[in-house]
């Protein structure tokens, strides 16, 4: 298991930047695939981002080029940061953790991933 605590979230108005990070326990941060995922009330869990464990990432449409996930391994922490946001990201936004096989998978879909944060809620007023 790895256990994770999401951190960054916050109130910011449309057009706004935010950084979220995630840090990790454990030594064993760098042997899994990361991704950010976001729920809005009444909604679906949906994938942000993604990173593989070897730098390979994945960006949901709705945030490419608005969006750059990243790792250090040496610290353990995952962070997103977020530009250009708009009322629509308004959700509680979970980092996770996956087990993937392949150093160049990234999985985009919940059930890939065994370890999750507890969310950050992040609110876009327009």
């Known amino acids: 298991q790895v256990p994770l605590v999401e951190s960054g979230g916050g109130l910011v108005q449309a057009g706004g930047s935010l950084r979220l990070s995630c840090a990790a326990s454990?030594?064993?941060?760098?042997?899994?695939?990361m991704g950010w995922f976001r729920q809005a009330p009444g909604k679906d869990r949906d994938f942000v981002a993604g990173?593989?464990?070897?730098?390979?990432?994945r960006y949901a449409d709705s945030v490419k080029g608005r969006f750059t996930i990243s790792r250090a391994d040496a610290k353990s922490t995952l962070y997103l940061q977020m530009n250009s946001l708009n009322p629509e990201d308004t959700a509680v936004y979970y980092c996770?953790?996956?087990?993937?096989?392949?150093?160049?998978?990234?999985?985009?879909?919940?059930?890939?991933?065994?370890?999750w944060g507890q969310g950050t809620q992040v609110t876009v007023s327009s």
């Open positions: 996770a953790a996956s087990a993937a096989v392949g150093s160049l998978y990234v999985p985009d879909v919940p059930d890939e991933y065994s370890d």
């Open positions: 454990g030594r064993t941060f760098s042997y899994y695939a």
């Open positions: 990173i593989s464990r070897n730098g390979n990432t």
